[in-house]
């Protein structure tokens, strides 16, 4: 099976501020995907950005972008001007081309200092 | 509207009863699954249903048995409900074909999580 790995469990950033949060994977596949959840302390699990690992292109959602490295299998995620909002537990995960299944990472939690 | 909705929002119960969380989307997905996140908040995938039948089972107590009437609702049902059951408990639903065969890029869409604790 496919692993995910976030080696940060805790991170904490100054408002406004950039951070990054790493996580890499172990896979034998080409295609797959790749996604940022946001779980606050609300627990909703939002989607907050993807990447096809076709695709050269770092996705990028306002705020929010990726580093995407296919040969280093890594996908990291950056934060740029956080906002208290941003405070939350981070997952990524990873999909691949075909099947059903999803592989999460331990997550990070992240901590916004006014 | 709420894409994926779960119910109850939190469920407290005493040891040995039995509960059943249900799931529904409206989505039009045709895979839905259920993740146990622990207090150390580690998402585990529990079950995955394809258009009603059972494509993943992990390593789960038969205690556990989910139950998926048709393509938009999963349902989980617990019996002897034990204390190293508290944890919420996430269903969840993407769509993983087309009608021209291929993959779409479909993320996982959660619903909102029942915390159970049991007592």
């Known amino acids: 099976a496919q692993t995910v790995t976030q080696s940060q469990p805790e991170m904490s950033v100054q408002e406004a501020e950039t951070v990054t949060l790493s996580c890499t994977y172990d896979?034998?596949?080409?295609?797959?995907?790749l996604f940022w959840y946001k779980q606050p302390p609300s627990r909703q699990m939002i989607l907050v950005i993807r990447?096809?690992?076709?695709?050269?292109q770092n996705a990028t959602e306002n705020r929010f972008s990726v580093n995407f490295q296919k040969a280093a299998k890594s996908f990291s995620l950056k934060i740029s001007d956080s906002q208290l909002g941003d405070a939350a537990m981070y997952f990524c995960?990873?999909?691949?081309?075909?099947?059903?299944?999803?592989?999460f990472g331990t997550g990070t939690s992240l901590t916004v200092i006014p | 509207d709420t894409a994926v909705s779960q119910t109850p929002k939190y469920l407290v119960t005493q040891m040995g009863n039995d509960k059943s969380i249900k799931c529904e989307q409206n989505?039009?997905?045709?895979?839905m699954y259920w993740y146990k996140q622990d207090s150390k908040k580690f998402l585990k995938i529990m079950f995955s249903?394809?258009?009603?039948?059972?494509?993943i089972n992990e390593t789960v107590p038969n205690r556990f048995s989910p139950k998926s009437p048709d393509k938009a609702h999963l349902n989980l049902h617990i019996n002897s409900l034990e204390l190293g059951d508290s944890a919420v408990y996430f269903c969840?639903?993407?769509?993983?074909?087309?009608?021209?065969?291929?993959?779409?890029?479909?993320?996982?869409?959660f619903g909102n999580g029942t915390r159970l604790t049991v007592t």
């Open positions: 969840a639903s993407s769509q993983e074909g087309g009608e021209t065969g291929g993959y779409y890029n479909s993320p996982l869409h």
């Open positions: 249903y394809n258009n009603k039948e059972l494509i």
């Open positions: 990447q096809e690992a076709y695709k050269q």
């Open positions: 896979t034998s596949e080409s295609d797959y995907y």
């Open positions: 995960a990873y999909r691949g081309y075909t099947g059903n299944q999803f592989y």
């Open positions: 989505l039009g997905h045709d895979t």
